[in-house]
């Protein structure tokens, strides 16, 4: 077993690093770019949904501040963009207080209403706001690669400036899952009032998170606004928050691999579902991705990693400890 | 030297409805106290006033010299007061290991002192061999155990014990009242409500009797039990007759 | 202003108010019963609309005489929604509860784009344009009918739950689903109930939006942030709530956008919204706490 996860982990290394140079196929290099970056967003977006079980779909929020806030910098100050992220994820971090002190006392579908109605917020100002933003029209950079710019003429250079960011993120949330601070956002998760009772300020930790997640989500969309080159208001819309969400639900919710996988799967089955699809019938795409969503969320609701999981629980739970306790718990309540 | 629990006047109302009226209580360090009381008459409420999960309408609560009423409950474990809940509230899909470890984190930084310190809890819990078992499939009674495994590793200096056992076979308790002693003797002073009324006269150095929302006796258990108020009011007729 | 344009707009206000009470009345009977948020919502309006499109085009059905197929039309809808949907979320996590229905609004409009294609389509009838002169005051006949309508779903929603023991038997479900269940209520067939009927509710609002509005795939999520407002403004589960409500940010919505820029209106309701939430989650009506018991 052990072996087996070791080759799996080289195996998957290797991949990551040589993925993208194996094709010159463009569409397929953009997906490979894409995974990593719609990767990365979805683990910034576990910390605060999966790790301390706040739903919520405002995420475009905060991409759309990093995007929006690099480019402008750039734009009308000549910032290097890789300032700009920096100061983009400030900015993110700024709203996320705000917004976090509104809605961090809220649960469940509450939360994500009012994150949704944040986000919402955002993007009639972004439209209306035209002397900053460039309004309905959008916002185009003009493509001068230097790395300076933080523009390549190579997809390839694009995905490993994705890559190292998933890396970390992804090592980021594998680190704060076995440190005090995870732990803190599960026990909240699970019960605030047990969480309270052992000594830890619930908002405190939930906010922490808010932050964290608002800064990392903010990166990546800085580096999106660079790798596109063109965004409109449009980048605040409840569909990207509710995809950024999916990912890391169909993946496995409050687990490290979880968002990645999940974004590998639903990436490319969107780019095939409207490249096969979608020129033969309009709709009939989003149609089988819809459909395909409902049936993992019922079936599979704790995500795609719970079906792969069993490879590697080698020592973790020994069956032996765990039957007959469940067996007991059948028998006394 | 001064109580370690000092409830001054402490009322609580909901509304109209009085929960717990003015009562004045001490917890002397080292002690075990008893609460109990006919269901309704507040027992729980005045946990919950004490450990920051109620706000009291009056008076107040003052925990090793520090006023701990109305403040929130994370400070009030911090200040050195752990509790258990009379509902269960698990962390239901972490082990029991992980479980008290969120409270050994509270005085353990890092996870692997945390991890020693919970450890050795459970052992003190005797249920190190539950230690990879998730919460959700635990018994009733091993939920609330853990419930006190918890609490114990915030390394509180009062430990509030809301039934913990309940639902024990009769057989079982005699292994959770040494469980509970020993903690005592580690050092921890126990407050503690239960119904089953051979465990509270067993290991109870004073009982205190709430009725109505009201402190109605305050002594030893055999002074309680003598007491014919608290025989009218709560253990009845014919535990008189036995006594 | 003048006391004419006042009059003017708070009429206007009234009105879309109706409009408002009318396409929120469905969810907050759903979630003060169910306890879910159908995010979907928005889509089953679309359905309503473009089956009353349909009737109205296709078959030559007076707009009205429509409602009479519409709003059976979405009840059953509903009630085959619940049973494959909405039934295998209970209990579950809040997770599921929220992205079976984001799923389904995805599939929704996918299926109408499929079925309508992505043209924006309205009907244009002599009645759809009738007007009422009142003096110097003009109103729509849709927007008055649309509003009558309103307050006669409510009305009736209240009779039902008040007077009647399958009414009574939702309100005991809302209250407290088990000990509903202690008391021999038949707690899921409850739940379908109260799903086909928001529904069904929500289908008849399609229906009288059609000759006010115009219909594409998208249709539902220019409505289900208002209704969602609407609700957690008035109180999420209450009938009275989503009236007031309504009718509140159809106010709020005529006037500002006379004040300020048109474009900033929905933005001026998302604020309210926010406010709501943090001053007073439980809304103008609801029930203190009830944000936090879908937990």
Avoid at chain 1, 38 to 59: D, F, K, M, P, Q
Avoid at chain 1, 135 to 162: C, W
Avoid at chain 2, 56 to 85: H, L, Q, Y
Avoid at chain 2, 89 to 109: C, E, I, W
Wanted: charged content about 10%; glycine content about 10%.
């Amino acid at each position: 077993m052990r072996i087996a996860k070791y080759l799996l982990l080289a195996i998957a290394i290797v991949a990551a690093l040589a993925g993208p140079l194996i094709t010159q196929n463009s569409f397929l290099r953009d997906l490979w770019v894409l995974v990593a970056m719609w990767g990365a967003v979805a683990t910034a977006w576990n910390l605060i949904g999966g790790y301390a079980g706040g739903l919520s779909l405002g995420h475009a929020a905060f991409f759309g501040i990093g995007a929006y806030t690099s480019s402008l910098l750039y734009l009308d100050l000549h910032l290097s963009p890789w300032l700009g992220a920096i100061a983009g994820g400030l900015v993110a971090v700024l709203s996320a207080l705000v917004i976090g002190f509104i809605t961090i006392r809220l649960r469940g579908p509450f939360f994500a209403l009012a994150t949704l109605a944040f986000a919402a917020i955002l993007g009639i100002a972004a439209t209306n706001l035209s002397a900053l933003t460039h309004g309905a029209e959008g916002m185009t950079i003009p493509f001068a690669p230097a790395l300076r710019n933080a523009i390549f003429s190579s997809k390839v250079d694009y995905y490993y400036v994705a890559l190292a960011l998933l890396l970390i993120y992804v090592a980021l949330t594998w680190w704060i899952s076995v440190s005090r601070f995870g732990y803190y956002l599960i026990a909240i998760r699970e019960n605030e009032d047990a969480a309270q009772a052992l000594g830890i300020d619930a908002l405190r930790v939930k906010l922490g998170a808010t932050l964290l997640s608002a800064f990392m989500t903010a990166l990546v969309g800085s580096f999106y606004a660079q790798y596109r080159l063109f965004f409109e208001p449009s980048i605040f819309a409840t569909d990207i928050s509710v995809q950024i969400a999916l990912f890391a639900i169909i993946g496995g919710l409050g687990t490290v691999w979880g968002p990645l996988i999940g974004a590998a799967i639903l990436v490319p089955l969107t780019g095939e579902l409207q490249s096969f699809l979608g020129s033969a019938l309009p709709g009939i795409d989003a149609f089988v991705y819809g459909a395909l969503l409902v049936l993992a969320i019922l079936f599979v609701p704790n995500g795609f990693v719970s079906l792969i999981r069993p490879l590697f629980a080698g020592k973790r739970t020994p069956p032996a400890t765990r039957q007959p306790v469940e067996a007991e718990a059948e028998a006394k309540t | 030297m001064s109580a370690l629990l000092q409830l001054r006047n402490v009322e609580k109302r909901f509304g109209g409805l009085q929960a717990v009226k003015d009562v004045t209580l001490d917890v002397e360090p080292g002690e075990i106290v008893g609460l109990i009381g006919p269901n309704g008459a507040g027992k729980t409420t005045l946990f919950s006033c004490i450990a920051g999960f109620h706000r009291i309408t009056k008076g107040s609560i003052v925990f090793d010299g520090r006023e701990i009423g109305n403040r929130p409950a994370f400070e009030v474990c911090r200040a050195g007061v752990a509790r258990t809940f009379q509902v269960v509230k698990p962390f239901a899909r972490m082990t029991a290991l992980q479980s008290v470890m969120v409270g050994s984190f509270l005085r353990h930084r890092d996870a692997a002192s945390a991890r020693r310190a919970a450890l050795d809890v459970l052992a003190r819990l005797r249920m190190e061999h539950l230690a990879d078992v998730e919460a959700h499939s635990l018994t009733l009674v091993l939920k609330k155990r853990l419930e006190v495994a918890r609490a114990l590793a915030t390394e509180p200096r009062l430990l509030l014990l809301d039934e913990v056992m309940a639902g024990l076979s009769p057989g079982e308790v005699p292994e959770l009242l040494d469980v509970i002693r020993a903690i005592n003797a580690g050092g921890v002073t126990v407050l503690f409500v239960e119904h089953i009324m051979a465990a509270v006269m067993n290991i109870a150095h004073r009982v205190v009797v709430l009725h109505g929302g009201e402190l109605l006796a305050d002594g030893t258990p055999a002074e309680v039990s003598r007491d014919p108020q608290v025989i009218a009011a709560y253990l009845g007729e014919e535990y008189a007759a036995g006594a | 202003m003048t006391f004419q344009l006042f009059v003017q707009l708070l009429a206007a206000g009234v009105l879309l108010g109706g409009v408002y009470a009318l396409i929120s009345i469905g969810l907050t009977l759903i979630f003060g019963v169910m306890r879910i948020v159908n995010f979907a919502h928005g889509e089953f309006l679309m359905v309503g609309m473009y089956l009353a499109y349909y009737l109205v085009t296709a078959m030559h059905v007076n707009p009205y005489l429509a409602l009479v197929v519409v709003a059976p039309g979405l009840y059953l809808f509903g009630l085959l929604v619940e049973m494959a949907i909405i039934k295998p979320t209970i209990g579950k996590s809040d997770v599921v509860q929220v992205f079976a229905t984001v799923g389904l609004s995805i599939v929704l409009q996918a299926a109408a784009l499929m079925a309508f294609s992505a043209n924006v389509v309205g009907l244009n009838l002599p009645i759809t344009n009738a007007l009422i002169h009142l003096g110097w005051l003009t109103i729509g006949v849709p927007q008055v009918l649309a509003f009558v309508a309103a307050m006669l779903v409510a009305a009736a929603l209240f009779i039902f739950l008040g007077r009647t023991d399958v009414g009574r038997a939702i309100r005991a479900t809302a209250q407290d689903r088990s000990a509903a269940a202690l008391m021999g209520i038949d707690v899921p067939a409850i739940y379908r109930l109260t799903f086909a009927l928001g529904s069904a509710m929500t289908g008849l609002a399609g229906g009288l939006l059609m000759p006010i509005y115009s219909v594409s795939p998208d249709v539902g999520t220019q409505f289900v942030l208002v209704a969602f407002v609407v609700v957690v403004l008035g109180g999420m589960g209450s009938v009275t709530g989503a009236l007031v409500g309504g009718l509140l940010i159809g106010i709020v919505e005529t006037f500002s956008g006379f004040v300020i820029d048109p474009q900033w209106k929905a933005a001026i309701y998302f604020v309210i919204f926010l406010i709501v939430l943090v001053v007073r989650p439980a809304g103008l009506f609801g029930m203190r706490g009830s944000e936090e018991i879908a937990s």
